[in-house]
């Protein structure tokens, strides 16, 4: 297993919407291993591939307090919603900053599993952000699009200044 590289805001690339994984291969499943690697590395609770600048519909989290439940979600797509929940978002992609969000507090997924078998799932409370923030990821979306464009840009000069400090 490898550590990715994890991309950050402003990057144009976290902006690209992500293609369906049209076959279930080796390669994809070594993919998912190592973007579960780099995200209990950074630590991180998910990470879409997005993020680590592979456009392709696959995301992995991990929400347990032991860090021993990880899901590998392929083309995931939400099938139902209920309820709503605000919580405290942050990112991978956006380290250090964290912003309340709204968003359906129950959702089922359907996916397809590393083994390439199709699977519904049932999320609540942190599971159920978690995947939502990582399937936006797959449509270009962060969670800085859900707050307001001040605030935004204000993150946005922040990560460059750091950045520019860290090149």
């Known amino acids: 297993m490898a550590r990715l590289n994890i991309l950050e805001f402003p990057d144009p690339r976290l902006r690209k919407i992500a293609s ?11 993919l998912a291993d190592d973007m579960l690697e780099t995200m209990y590395a950074a630590p991180g609770i998910g990470l879409a591939a997005s993020q680590v600048n592979v456009h392709q519909r696959l995301i992995v989290v991990d929400v347990s307090d032991e860090k021993n439940a990880p899901v590998v979600l392929i083309n995931p797509q939400i099938v139902s919603t209920d309820g709503e929940r605000a919580a405290e978002e942050g990112c991978l992609s956006i380290p ?3 912003e309340q969000v709204t968003r359906p507090a129950t959702i089922e997924v359907a996916a397809i599993n590393r083994a390439g078998d199709p699977f ?5 409370d942190m599971l159920a ?5 990582e399937m936006d990821h797959l449509e270009g979306r962060l969670f800085v699009d859900y707050i307001s464009n001040a605030k935004r840009q204000m993150i ?3 990560l460059i200044k750091q950045q520019r400090q860290q090149a």
């Open 156 to 158: 946005r000069k922040k």
């Open 96 to 98: 250090g900053f964290y």
């Open 20 to 30: 369906p994984i049209t076959d279930v291969t080796g390669k994809i499943a070594t």
């Open 120 to 124: 519904t799932l049932v999320a609540e």
């Open 129 to 133: 952000v978690c995947i939502q923030h």
